[in-house]
């Protein structure tokens, strides 16, 4: 039987999601993206995942779209592919995404880690958009997502000349959250996966949603959401018990509700 593309563990509230396809620098081919959001919205739904950690492995978080795919496809063929979707829906996750990038990061594996909700780099993670050097451009919010997180002239120097960004510019630039020793390139990303899975996963969910606006929405509309969300979390079993044990000096005990 062929090994799986993506290979799914729970260790207690976080899943730990690894691409799967090594010989190939963890290339997203169309079996493996079709896999890896089977398995997301899968663990999405269960409400014991508080929290999804996604990775690579050492050498790469992935290295892009599948090179050989694309050159055999047509426009339409990749059109019908649905591809769009596939991005949309790992956006639209509601547990938490922490990338987990040791290694290559690039093209659609940089979109990949960039449509996550924070980023945990090893030292040697390496982040690009190569596309152009390839006679085609980034395709799954490459020349959106990077431009907002790193502003227009670093977007423009990777994405126009190839320039690749080490796990420290990547840093500075606002790109990753954490960089760390390359041997805790995983364990560091289960440990911020392990913290988000601990707080209130009503107001975790909220407060997600409500960055994310940020992104999407001008100021006042942001900040109207923002409060919205704020009297919503109120509205959750979650605040009463995380606001009174405060008050008894105890652990919350959040039961999503
Ligand atoms: N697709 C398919 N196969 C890939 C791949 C990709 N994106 N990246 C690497 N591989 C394969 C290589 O072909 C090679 O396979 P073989 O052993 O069968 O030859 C194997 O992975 C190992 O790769 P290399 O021998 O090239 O390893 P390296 O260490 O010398 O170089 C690298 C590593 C710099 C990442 C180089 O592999 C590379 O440049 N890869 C392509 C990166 C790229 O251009 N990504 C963008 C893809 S397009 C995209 O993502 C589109 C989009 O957004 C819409």
């Known amino acids: 039987m062929a090994e799986s ?64 795919e694309l050159a055999q496809a047509s426009a339409i063929e990749l059109y019908y592919q649905r591809r769009v979707e596939r991005w949309n829906a790992i956006r639209g996750l509601w547990t938490p995404l922490v ?18 909700d924070l980023i945990v780099a090893s030292e040697s993670a390496q982040f690009g958009q190569p596309e152009t050097g390839l006679g085609i451009i980034p395709g799954a919010g490459g020349t959106q997502r990077l431009t907002r997180a790193v502003g227009k002239a670093l977007a423009m120097d990777m994405i126009l000349s190839g320039r690749r960004l080490s796990a420290h510019e990547a840093l500075a630039a606002g790109l990753v959250a954490r960089v760390v020793a390359k041997e805790a390139w995983l364990d560091e990303a289960k440990r911020v996966a392990g913290d988000i899975a601990e ?53 919350p005990d959040f039961k999503g509700r």
């Open 99 to 116: 990338a987990a990038v040791s290694g290559y990061c690039l093209g659609g594996g940089c979109e990949l880690a960039m449509s996550c």
């Open 199 to 251: 707080k209130g996963p009503v107001a975790t969910r909220l407060a997600k949603e409500s960055v994310d606006r940020a992104y999407e929405t001008g100021l006042a509309a942001g900040l109207e959401a923002e409060r919205r969300a704020l009297y919503l979390s109120f509205a959750s079993e979650d605040a009463k018990e995380g606001l009174t044990a405060f008050a008894e000096k105890r652990k």
């Open 5 to 68: 593309l993506v290979l799914a563990e729970r260790e207690g509230a976080v899943a730990v999601v690894l691409l799967n396809r090594p010989e190939q620098l963890n290339a997203l081919s169309d079996e493996l993206m079709e896999e890896l959001v089977a398995r997301l919205r899968e663990l999405d739904r269960d409400e014991e995942v508080r929290a999804i950690v996604l990775g690579g492995n050492e050498r790469a978080f992935a290295a892009g779209a599948d090179i050989g």
